[in-house]
Nanobody, 124 residues
């Protein structure tokens, strides 16, 4: 049974930082590319960042480029999202996702496995 469990969300002031973690189980982690998505109230789920299987290639949404960093530790079956210079518009539920076919994508359909999400709230 594949499980993805996010943690690290919380309430932070504008300009602050958070580090999200996503621990996986039930899959061979190094075979999967990983992604982070987010969904704000009343909005569609959107792509944030992705990382390939080895961790050598990363992709970011323009809105977070230069502020967020995705990384992974294949020995710990864990993917991370370091978020710096947080802004109120970053407020959302953040989801990690795992995909195995092809290359890391930016679309929800590229990821068949999902966590339940962790809330990030940035106060102004």
């Amino acid at each position: 049974q594949v499980q993805l469990v996010e943690s690290g969300g919380g309430l932070v002031q504008t300009g602050g930082s958070l580090r999200l973690s996503c621990v996986t189980s039930g899959l061979t982690f190094s075979n999967y590319y990983m992604g982070w998505f987010r969904q704000a109230p009343g909005k569609e789920r959107e792509f944030v960042a992705a990382i390939n299987r080895s961790g050598s290639i990363t992709t970011y949404a323009n809105s977070v480029k230069g502020r967020f960093t995705i990384s992974r530790d294949n020995a710990k079956n864990t993917v991370y999202l370091q978020m710096n210079s947080l802004q109120p518009e970053d407020t959302a539920v953040y989801y990690c996702a795992a995909g195995i076919f092809g290359r890391p994508g930016v679309n929800i359909r590229d990821y068949p496995n999902w966590g339940h999400g962790t809330q990030v709230t940035v106060s102004s």
